[in-house]
């Protein structure tokens, strides 16, 4: 089976890490970028297979960091992602998915909903 790349982007350490260790429980690879920028740079370097975005971000939120990648000429241009959040408020859902987020995965989590989300956008159609 070939190794599965996933880039989580969130710009608290306590987030990153519980997705880090629940994402290599899992058996994935992950990278972490801890801002808009940072994101920007690793999709540069590396072609993701999934992308989980928190979109409520200082300086660059995830809605722009998600358009920058998609209009960007990096080969993760076609990349699926879900947006990580603490808001279960329904218009911020919304938002989410209108801005091209294919899920939203509602903050705390455990691994078998970051699990369920992860295997169905990875699932080869």
């Not at 290599?24 to 808009?36: F, N, Q």
């Amino acid at each position: 089976m070939a190794e599965l790349w996933i880039l989580v982007v969130d710009d608290n350490d306590v987030n990153c890490l519980v997705a880090d260790s629940m994402l290599k429980i899992l058996g994935y690879k992950t990278v972490i970028a801890k801002s808009g920028a940072e994101a920007l740079k690793s999709v540069l370097v590396q072609k993701f297979d999934l992308i989980l975005m928190d979109w409520q971000m200082p300086e660059m939120n995830g809605f722009d960091t998600a358009t920058a990648i998609w209009n960007g000429a990096s080969q993760n241009a076609q990349t699926k992602m879900i947006a990580v959040t603490a808001s279960a408020f329904k218009d911020d859902q919304v938002a989410c998915l209108k801005h091209g987020f294919k899920a939203i995965l509602t903050k705390p989590y455990d691994v078998d909903q970051l699990s369920d989300l992860v295997v169905k956008f990875l699932a080869h159609d």
